[in-house]
């Protein structure tokens, strides 16, 4: 008979080590971030230098950081996380990423040309020459160094 009444706290303390299991993964994995995770084929450490390096101004370097971070609200976004009903672009049809919301959709055109300009002009190369991903990873070497503060 005493077994049985002890039943009920086993079954916590065993429902208590799963869940303090699962905590303790979650946080080994958390030490790497999220997208480095995602996207680990980027060179992060250049990535981070050019986001802290670049010559811009506060509120583009935090514009930055959300797009590097796969923060931008997107229909893709929201539709993961069943916030909508589509993830196709309201505007032209494709899937609405973040790659396709800042480079290839009609109404960031303008945005996108300018932005390429300036990449172009930051690594002091063609606007030809500098591909669509480094708006969201920019993976490149700024040149030169800016002065050191």
């Known amino acids: 008979m ?7 706290l086993r079954k916590l303390r065993s429902l208590i080590y799963v869940v303090l299991r699962a905590i303790r993964s979650n946080i080994e994995r958390s030490d790497v971030m999220r997208v480095v995770r995602k ?7 250049h990535l981070w230098t050019n986001l802290h390096t ?11 950081y959300v797009v590097i971070h796969n923060l931008t609200p997107t229909n ?13 672009c309201l505007t032209c049809g494709p899937v609405d990423s973040t790659q396709h919301r800042l480079t290839q959709c009609e109404v960031s055109q303008l945005i ?5 300009s300036r990449i172009a ?15 969201l990873r920019p993976d490149f070497h700024i040149w030169p160094l800016p002065p050191a503060s």
Do not use: F, G, H, M
């Open 54 to 64: 670049a010559w811009i101004s506060n509120a583009q370097r935090s514009t930055w």
């Open 76 to 88: 893709d976004r929201s539709a993961a996380i069943n916030l909508t009903e589509t993830n196709r």
């Open 121 to 135: 002009a930051i690594t002091r190369t063609n606007t030809l020459y500098v591909p669509a991903t480094w708006i």
């Open 39 to 45: 996207y680990s084929d980027a060179n992060w450490k």
């Open 2 to 8: 005493p077994l049985r009444t002890n039943e009920p």
């Open 112 to 116: 996108w040309n300018w932005t390429l």
